[in-house]
């Protein structure tokens, strides 16, 4: 598939012939090079498969009445933009509509294009509407009832329709009920309307074709990505270090297997069980390991989820606190433990999978997990090309992506979708009844109102535009009406200070689940500290300033001007939160150059051999997500702490 970012579209290319998408320069079936269409950026389209086939022909059942022009042909879903599940349908070469997750209705639908219309308008029998006496451009116009002529329902207001009016045809969505056409001063809108497209028929086709079609190709994006392995193999790892696969159980990391496996032998593979792993997924991983003959080495999470949600309440998208403790906390365990030469892992990281990882390359290093090279050998492939890899290879894949997920994870993760957690109640009513359970306990504690939980706002700490907007036409109030476990009252915002430079006071209300002698601790992270257990009173010393903080969540910070007032108030908070809410993941730990730091009930440092670096801070999830924890309702915080 070609680029075309400024149109923000993609070109891709359909064989008529054989009735299935096109990756390579030419159909491997017939030689042909394909007819071009476009779908929509970033284009990381994917194979229509198992349960999502039948959703999708349900959707037009549901509108038109009949799936026929679509039954026993291959489709493509190409995943879009939207508040929430957004997928382009693509068959025939051509793009027949969304299907959409309305997050209101609670339920996937189907939204038309001119395509659609044109490829259904002869067989459908309900939800088609013929008017007459409009001229001129007619796209985005409204129809009055006075001008219906036909009306096949029955159908209700919102649904999509096909459009008639003499030899155009068109999409179309009802604004009112069908049997209240006649008499609606607005009927319909028109979406589009036009001559019928002379396209050819959509030949019968299926996943085979897909892999048959394009198996030239498939050999070719394969042939590169082995010889970057083995490239790096020879040239980069002397030393011998073993090779291992990050295997989730996803589609992803199935394809760096096959990679892996191809270019070196018998890799290793790790799995981290976070505690929240979908029961198909642990029992595929390990059914798969021992299938295979690989060794199998698996992180677990254990009860880490659970002890601390009730500490910094639902992950978020923009808040996943989870993945640390959950995830990058054992793994870290589980190579320094299990690899304590270190390990070069091959990983399934993909440019199309977010706007994170759009920029990686062959070769990438968490600076959290210092014994661990990762290469990346299917970055640049898109969805397509990973499954057909896989399909091409007979590789038995997670059975979850037969029951309408589109990316496999932790069964409650936020990241995940509303419809995908609609799809996790279905088939696991008990997991998905223990979470909404904790949601709504949650909700109910600040305040908050059962939209929170039943339109998916819990899934962002602070809310894009796209949910504010919902959230305002719906009209949910979504600030908290109790007080927050976590919060910031400002005393004295950063100003001159009577004795000469700044000041700053506050009092900080934080969970109290440690001795202060922890506080000491984390402040050891940041300079000099003197502390008197007694009183509870720790003082921190810098040379541009200096804090005290006391038991009671009180901190006063005196420097020569606001800059620095500002910037040793905040690490100084940060201490504190670090010190009572440390999940122990011990990720500093590790990452300690100095081996300064322990982990004994949380973060205990040795001042012989501490050097205030701050390394350690870069790695805490307490430290990264400080300003989603501190998002409560601060009085006049400064502005780099405010959190809307």
Same mark, same amino acid.
């Given at each position: 598939m070609a680029r075309n970012i400024a149109h923000g579209k993609e070109d891709c290319r359909w064989c008529d012939g054989c009735g299935t998408l096109v990756l390579g320069d030419a159909c491997s079936m017939c030689g042909s090079e394909g007819r071009g269409f476009r779908i929509n950026s970033p284009g990381d389209i994917r194979p229509c498969m198992g349960d999502s086939v039948d959703m999708i022909l349900s959707l037009f059942r549901e509108a038109?009445?009949?799936?026929?022009?679509?039954?026993?042909?291959?489709?493509?879903?190409?995943?879009?933009?939207?508040? &929430? @599940?957004?997928?382009?349908?693509?068959?025939?070469? @051509?793009?027949?509509?969304?299907?959409?997750?309305?997050?209101?209705? &609670?339920?996937?639908?189907?939204?038309?294009?001119?395509?659609?219309?044109?490829?259904?308008?002869?067989?459908?029998?309900?939800?088609?509407?013929?008017?007459?006496?409009?001229?001129?451009?007619?796209?985005?116009?409204?129809?009055?009832?006075?001008?219906?002529? &036909?009306?096949?329902?029955?159908?209700?207001?919102?649904?999509?329709?096909?459009?008639?009016?003499?030899?155009?045809?068109?999409?179309?969505?009802?604004?009112?009920?069908?049997?209240?056409?006649?008499?609606?001063?607005?009927?319909?809108?028109?979406?589009?309307?036009?001559?019928?497209? &002379?396209?050819?028929?959509?030949?019968e086709s299926d996943l085979r074709t897909f892999t048959d079609a394009n198996r030239d190709h498939v050999r070719r994006i394969q042939r590169k990505a082995v010889r970057e392995i083995r490239a790096f193999m020879s040239e980069k790892n002397p030393g011998g270090l073993p090779v291992?696969?990050?295997?989730?159980?996803?589609?992803?990391?199935?394809?760096?297997?096959?990679?892996? +496996?191809?270019?070196?032998?018998?890799?290793?593979?790790?799995?981290?069980?976070?505690?929240?792993?979908?029961?198909? +997924?642990?029992?595929?991983?390990?059914?798969?390991?021992?299938?295979?003959?690989?060794?199998?080495?698996?992180?677990?999470?254990?009860?880490?989820?659970?002890?601390?949600?009730d500490a910094f309440g639902p992950p978020a998208k923009d808040f996943r606190w989870c993945c640390k403790v959950c995830k990058l906390g054992p793994i870290t365990d589980l190579i320094d433990s299990e690899f304590p030469r270190g390990t070069i892992t091959v990983e399934g990281n993909r440019w199309l999978e977010s706007y994170a990882r759009s920029g990686i390359g062959f070769v990438t290093r968490n600076p959290f997990v210092p014994n661990q090279i990762n290469l990346n050998p299917i970055r640049s492939w898109s969805a397509a090309e990973v499954w057909l890899y896989i399909l091409s290879h007979d590789?038995?894949?997670?059975?979850?992506?037969?029951?309408?997920?589109?990316?496999?994870?932790?069964?409650?993760?936020?990241?995940?979708?509303?419809?995908?957690?609609?799809?996790?109640?279905?088939?696991?009513?008990?997991?998905?009844?223990?979470?909404?359970?904790?949601?709504?306990?949650?909700?109910?504690?600040?305040?908050?109102?059962?939209?929170?939980?039943?339109?998916?706002?819990?899934?962002?700490?602070?809310?894009?535009?796209?949910?504010?907007?919902?959230?305002?036409?719906?009209?949910?109030?979504?600030?908290?009406?109790?007080?927050?476990?976590?919060?910031?009252?400002?005393?004295?915002g950063a100003s001159p200070c009577a004795a000469g430079g700044y000041s700053m006071e506050a009092v900080v209300s934080v969970p109290r689940s440690r001795d202060f002698s922890y506080v000491e601790d984390a402040l050891r992270t940041v300079g000099d500290v003197k502390y008197s257990p007694e009183y509870e009173i720790a003082l921190l010393r810098l040379p541009v300033g200096r804090a005290r903080l006391f038991g009671g969540g009180q901190v006063s910070v005196n420097a020569p001007d606001e800059r620095n007032a500002r910037s040793i108030f905040e690490r100084s908070v940060k201490a504190l939160l670090r010190a009572q809410m440390c999940t122990q993941c011990g990720i500093c730990e590790k990452g300690c150059p100095r081996h300064a730091i322990t982990i004994a009930g949380g973060m205990r440092v040795d001042p012989g051999r501490c050097n205030s670096c701050g390394r350690c801070e870069r790695s805490c999830m307490v430290v990264h997500y400080y300003d989603k924890l501190m998002g409560g309702n601060p009085v006049d915080v400064p502005s780099k702490l405010k959190n809307p």
């Open positions: 038109f009445g009949t799936d026929a022009p679509l039954r026993g042909r291959m489709m493509f879903l190409n995943k879009v933009p939207g508040e &929430d @599940r957004t997928d382009e349908i693509i068959a025939g070469g @051509r793009v027949l509509g969304v299907a959409r997750f309305d997050m209101r209705l &609670d339920r996937m639908v189907l939204e038309i294009r001119q395509p659609g219309a044109d490829l259904f308008a002869s067989s459908a029998v309900k939800n088609v509407v013929a008017f007459g006496g409009m001229s001129g451009h007619l796209k985005g116009k409204i129809v009055p009832g006075a001008n219906i002529t &036909d009306v096949k329902g029955p159908f209700s207001k919102g649904d999509p329709l096909i459009l008639r009016k003499g030899q155009k045809v068109g999409p179309g969505v009802a604004l009112c009920d069908s049997q209240e056409m006649g008499g609606a001063e607005r009927a319909v809108k028109i979406r589009d309307l036009n001559a019928p497209a &002379d396209l050819p028929p959509i030949v291992t696969v990050s295997f989730s159980g996803g589609k992803d990391s199935l394809a760096a297997y096959g990679l892996a +496996t191809e270019a070196v032998g018998k890799p290793d593979l790790m799995y981290i069980d976070t505690g929240l792993e979908f029961p198909e +997924t642990v029992r595929y991983v390990k059914a798969f390991a021992l299938e295979h003959g690989n060794r199998l080495h698996i992180a677990r999470g254990g009860s880490g989820f659970k002890d601390n949600v590789l038995e894949y997670n059975p979850l992506y037969d029951r309408d997920f589109e990316r496999i994870g932790c069964y409650l993760c936020p990241s995940c979708l509303s419809s995908e957690w609609r799809n996790t109640g279905r088939i696991h009513p008990e997991l998905y009844s223990e979470w909404e359970g904790y949601l709504r306990r949650y909700a109910e504690s600040r305040g908050l109102p059962e939209e929170y939980v039943d339109m998916g706002f819990w899934r962002w700490k602070v809310l894009p535009p796209k949910m504010v907007q919902i959230a305002e036409e719906e009209g949910v109030d979504l600030r908290p009406k109790a007080e927050p476990g976590l919060a910031i009252r400002m005393l004295k």
